[in-house]
């Protein structure tokens, strides 16, 4: 009777754990299909992303897609742009977000709690309500249509990168600082000779994220940026897509544009993704 017993909980498990395996590559097939037909409209000649019923597999493979399409519009010009602001606002939240969650986290001032109670409600205000002030200041400076309103506010730190590093530096023993201060380390050398070698795993979640959000970023460059030799990939995605207005001569090639635009998130995500699991785990631990 035991052993039957065992043999039940045994099938039973296996049947629980298959259920659970059918459920996640159905979600995994629903969240990646968008994908699939992006890739699969991209390298189809023009008849067949008109035709009906719907062609899987293109016949041939038009990879001269790719080239018609990011010569169609200055899109190298797009790309190099979106790239300079990119890398910038990566290095300004590097800095400053990890820089003052390093004073949150393991300096004890007046007002340390409540400023950064504060400093986290932010988060809960969203871009559209802090548009006009933003566009009115930026508008006193003389930075519209230039890449620093979408540059500069990166190095004075965003709320969420902040409250995540200071999440991680909460994990490191205050051990290795008493010892850096007893060999004579001020605060900003603690900072950036120990916190910051420690914080490969937070930093590059970091990172991470602000490329993608920068990569991405549409409303901003619509917002601050008029002239076409300033436009990001998103901007001129849009205006292909504008240009198609409601055709569909341009499908494949939208198509192409959208999987160039994916392709560096991708290959980034699969650089990085030991230290993206391994940083949003331990900033966790912690808080």
Known sequence: MIQSARIGYSWRRRLSRGAIHLLLILGAVVVLFPLFWMLNTSLKPLPQTRAYPPVFIPH???WRNYIDALTLLPFQIFFRNTLIISIAVIIGELLSSSFVAYGFARLSFPGRDILFLLLVSTMIIPFI???????????KLGWINTFLP???????????????????????????????????????????????????????????????????????PLIYLNDTDKFTAALGLVSMLSQSGASTEYWNYLMAVATTMV?????????????????????????
């Not at 309500?129 to 508008?139: E, G």
């Not at 050398?189 to 930093?203: D, E, G, H």
């Not at 290959?267 to 785990?281: A, C, F």
């Open 60 to 62: 041939p493979f038009v």
């Open 129 to 139: 309500v802090r548009l006009v002030p933003l566009f009115l200041i930026f508008k």
């Open 150 to 220: 979408l540059i500069v506010p990166s190095y004075f730190g965003t709320a969420f990168f902040i409250f995540l590093m200071r999440q991680f530096y909460l994990t490191i023993p205050e051990d290795l600082l008493d010892a850096a201060r007893v060999d004579g380390a001020n605060e900003f050398t603690i900072w950036w000779r120990v916190m910051v070698p420690l914080s490969k795993p937070a930093l590059m979640v970091v990172a991470v994220l602000a490329f993608q959000h920068t990569w991405n970023d549409f409303l901003a």
């Open 263 to 287: 392709a560096p998130l991708l290959v980034l995500y699969v650089i990085g993704q030991r230290y993206l699991v391994q940083g949003i785990v331990l900033t966790g631990i912690k808080g």
